[in-house]
């Protein structure tokens, strides 16, 4: 099946700082990417939609000068944490769509924010 | 709006079957998918709905009635690494393959 990576797996950083977290397709491309945030013992809450080429697509609430997304290629999508504070902490999910069912999701990354 | 509707927690023992239903407030999805997820990983697709009915696939089946708004994901024979959180999720029309999740449900196997 089609492979999905992130880096870094988990990353902490001092508040104020910015993180970016890489999304790669392995053996696919990928026009569309996703950008998830998981808190614990909930659900995945879509932030954003990475679109290849043009700017991405935020959910509502999210803030787009806060959570920087740049899709540079048809296989990497990063998504840049600016400015972040502990309530930023949480698990970074990245997936790339197959088709209208399924998708394929990266390992995630854990922020914590000091 | 889309809302998906799961219960928070189901426990059941090795060996048996456990179904979790998924009910949902939504239109124009193409179908219906089930993920799972282990604490700490990254969710993993399950099975699809894109029709009414049975999808089988080794010890996991899902359902859908769109007419009912309803779905579900059958676990037959249940073993431990089953211990999970699994999500269902639809998928909306014209938007590049974007998925709107339900809450999650957390099953516990046990001895």
């Known amino acids: 099946g089609a492979v999905v990576s992130q880096h870094p797996s988990w990353v902490i950083c001092k508040s104020g700082t910015s993180v970016k977290i890489e999304c790669r397709s392995l053996?696919?491309?990928?026009?569309?990417m996703f950008w998830y945030r998981q808190f614990p013992k909930q659900s995945l809450m879509l932030m954003a939609t990475?679109?290849?080429?043009?700017?991405?697509?935020?959910e509502q609430g999210v803030e787009k000068d806060k959570f920087l997304i740049n899709h540079a290629s048809l296989t990497l999508s990063t998504l840049t944490v600016t400015s972040a504070h502990p309530e930023d902490s949480s698990f970074y999910i990245c997936?790339?769509?197959?088709?209208?069912?399924?998708?394929?999701f990266g390992p995630g990354t854990r922020l914590t924010v000091l | 709006g889309q809302s998906l509707e799961q219960p928070s927690e189901v426990t059941a023992v090795e060996g048996a079957i456990v179904q979790i239903n998924c009910t949902y407030q939504?239109?124009?999805?193409?179908?219906l998918s089930w993920y799972q997820q282990h604490d700490g990983g990254a969710p993993t697709f399950l099975s699809y709905?894109?029709?009414?009915g049975l999808e089988e696939t080794g010890r996991f089946s899902s359902f859908l009635s769109r007419s009912d708004s309803y779905g579900y994901l059958l676990l037959q024979e249940l073993q431990m690494k089953d211990s999970a959180s699994y999500f269902c999720?639809?998928?909306?029309?014209?938007?590049?393959?974007?998925?709107?999740f339900g809450q999650g449900t957390e099953l516990s196997v046990k001895p």
């Open positions: 997936s790339a769509p197959i088709g209208y069912n399924e998708q394929f």
């Open positions: 709905n894109g029709l009414d």
């Open positions: 053996d696919f491309q990928a026009t569309t």
């Open positions: 990475s679109n290849e080429g043009s700017k991405a697509t935020y």
């Open positions: 939504t239109s124009g999805f193409y179908g």
């Open positions: 999720a639809v998928g909306l029309y014209n938007q590049g393959g974007k998925l709107i």
